[in-house]
């Protein structure tokens, strides 16, 4: 049986209180992308946006037993880098206006932007920012039920679409 594009991924599950492991969650993806991509900024890129969505899933999940879920897979032209976790209703409404905010206009004027803001706050709020500038990722996200899901779009450059599949 011949693997498709689709076929290729990762994906790994644990709850908040196993925090420690979103590093090697980082760790673990660089690996597998550069072994997959051959192309160490792609895979640095997909392994900070796996370890940026991690932590605000972790910090913002219901308990400190539910489930954080950190997929990628390959799909023809495109990386898709998924977090899911069940998140505190109270912070669903502030990830919406943060989310909106940071997609809004230029990704590196919107990451200046916050950076700028950070300095007077005690919150930094720069991760999904981040993941739109440094990443070049577009972003998406859905709520569902209580479950939160940020998705990181990473398109394959010329030379590396087709060559995994």
Not at 21 to 28: G, K, Q, V, Y
Not at 47 to 73: F, G, I, R, W
Request: net charge negative; aromatic share 6%.
């Amino acid at each position: 049986m011949a693997l498709t594009t689709t076929d290729i991924g990762a994906s790994i599950t644990f709850s908040p209180q196993w925090w420690h492991l979103i590093s090697s969650t980082r760790i673990f993806m660089a690996s597998f992308c550069g072994q997959s991509f051959g192309d160490s900024d792609l895979s640095d890129r997909i392994a900070m946006c796996a370890h940026e969505l991690l932590e605000n899933a972790v910090k913002y999940s219901v308990t400190q037993d539910s489930p954080v879920n950190c997929t990628m897979h390959i799909q023809h032209d495109r990386v898709l880098v998924t977090v899911e976790n069940h998140a505190d209703p109270s912070h669903l409404d502030v990830l919406r206006e943060e989310f909106d905010v940071v997609c809004q206009g230029d990704p590196m004027e919107m990451y200046i932007n916050k950076m700028s803001a950070s300095l007077e706050s005690d919150k930094s709020q720069l991760g999904l920012a981040r993941i739109r500038a440094e990443g070049e990722a577009e972003l998406k996200l859905s709520t569902e039920n209580g479950i939160v899901s940020v998705q990181a779009i990473f398109h394959l450059p010329d030379d590396l679409k087709g060559a995994v599949n």
